[in-house]
């Protein structure tokens, strides 16, 4: 069955401070790593796609990188409009299915 | 990318009705996306839904609990039967994106049973 998990739960930093997301997949035939930013009452916005271990890409303060078990998600000098839960999703299989980790509530203090 | 309109946003229903969620793309497409996203868990894959056949559904859903209409290729429904307490969760619909853009979803239905 396929997996994501995501850590942490609960990230808290303070304008700044860099950290990094972390995602461990196992996702049968994963042909992408997709990341995700939701603010509360909304749908997922859609930030990185990732295809292959190695791949970087980046967009403002984040970066997201893939290795073949898990990605990360770096946020350099967060702002607190930063503040949302990542998301991240493996899309694998036959009928193109997203397996979703529960996310990391990430809040930036200014 | 594309534009997905969904409604209602949210919704407050007495257990034992059914409720139908629209979903409006601005571009046609081939599959739609049928999730749930229960407070404190995933986002999870109820069914795809592809235009002209009988909707995909993941294991643990079935069809007499959450009929999916795909008249067209912009427009889908899905009919959450038979409400009870354990069905308040928000619900998404989502769209393949283009190119580099991923999947994109619409802003989801907050439905609350009681």
């Known amino acids: 069955e396929d997996q994501v998990t995501q850590s942490p739960e609960a990230l808290r930093l303070q304008e700044g401070e860099s950290s990094s997301l972390n995602c461990s997949y196992t996702v049968s035939g994963l042909r992408g790593l997709f990341w995700y930013r939701q603010d509360p009452g909304k749908g997922p916005e859609f930030l990185f796609t990732l295809y292959s271990a190695g791949e970087e890409k980046e967009k403002e303060r984040l970066k997201a990188t893939l290795t073949k078990k898990e990605s990360f998600l770096h946020i350099t000098a967060p702002k607190p409009e930063d503040s949302a839960t990542y998301l991240c999703?493996?899309?694998?299989?036959?009928?193109?299915?997203?397996?979703f980790g529960k996310g990391t509530l990430l809040t930036v203090n200014p | 990318s594309a534009v997905i309109s969904q409604k209602p946003s949210r919704d407050i229903c007495q257990r034992g009705t059914s409720l139908t969620i629209q979903c409006q793309v601005d571009?046609?497409?081939?599959?739609m996306f049928w999730y749930r996203q229960q407070p404190g868990q995933s986002l999870t894959l109820i069914a795809t839904?592809?235009?002209?056949?009988?909707?995909?559904?993941e294991s643990g859903f079935v069809i007499d609990k959450f009929p999916i209409s795909r008249p067209n290729l912009t427009f889908s429904t899905l009919t959450v039967s038979n409400m009870s307490p354990e069905d308040s969760s928000i619900y998404l619909c989502?769209?393949?994106?283009?190119?580099?853009?991923?999947?994109?979803f619409g802003s989801g239905t907050r439905l609350t049973i009681v």
């Open positions: 571009s046609q497409v081939t599959m």
């Open positions: 839904a592809n235009q002209g056949s009988e909707a995909t559904y």
């Open positions: 989502s769209v393949a994106g283009t190119g580099n853009y991923g999947y994109t």
């Open positions: 999703a493996g899309e694998g299989g036959s009928n193109y299915k997203l397996t």
